[in-house]
């Protein structure tokens, strides 16, 4: 079974959903840990909350990222991680990580790429008032939501939403289709191991 760890920033409501359907069966991987650079992120909660090993690198505590990223992986290393995958994860990925993992590492975006890359996707699609956006999951590479795409969903928007209505929609297509490209690319992995 593919060894996954999800780096996570915040509240980790994507976690959740990932571990809800470890456990009902319905993804068939092993979440080996949780990587946080907050120590206040929620998503430690979750992790304890489903027995789930947690750890909290801070990323001031190092000298620059590439120590930063080494520390983070002698646990990925001894966790036998096979997948990395960043759930809401606000950090950049460094070159320590990338040649590591290299088409090993994929990140859930909230808008429908090339559209809107960086760390506001929703409030910018809802200001740019376009008629759909959408949720991507890609590889991550060197660049900001630039790596191969592996997946995409379409979010048609209703003029009348207000932002919190159209950040609810997107999160819902989230919590659809990120278990799953999960498992599509774990099967990957399954098959060269």
């Keep these: 079974m593919v060894n996954i760890a999800v780096f996570a920033s915040g509240s980790g409501t994507n976690f959740e959903t990932i571990l809800s359907h470890i456990e009902d069966g319905s993804l068939h991987v092993n979440c080996a840990c949780l990587i946080a650079d907050k120590e206040n992120a929620y998503a ?30 002698e646990v990925l290393k001894e966790k036998k991680v096979d997948l990395i995958v960043l759930s809401g994860y606000m950090r950049f990925i460094g070159h320590t990580l990338l040649s590591a993992y290299p088409n090993r590492i994929i ?76 498992e599509q690319v774990a099967k990957s992995i399954e098959e060269e191991k």
């Design 44 to 73: 430690r909660v979750r992790a304890r909350n489903h027995g789930v090993e947690e750890f909290y690198f801070n990323p001031k505590g190092y000298d620059g990222k590439a120590g930063y990223e080494a520390a983070i992986l």
């Design 107 to 182: 990140n859930l975006h909230p808008a429908y790429l090339p559209e809107f890359p960086g760390a506001h996707s929703i409030a910018d699609a809802y200001e740019a008032k376009v008629a759909q956006t959408g949720v991507t999951v890609h590889f991550v590479d060197e660049g900001v939501d630039t790596g191969p795409i592996i997946r995409q969903e379409r979010v048609a928007i209703d003029p009348s939403w207000d932002l919190e209505t159209l950040e609810s929609h997107v999160h819902a297509m989230e919590y659809d289709l990120f278990w799953q490209v999960i």
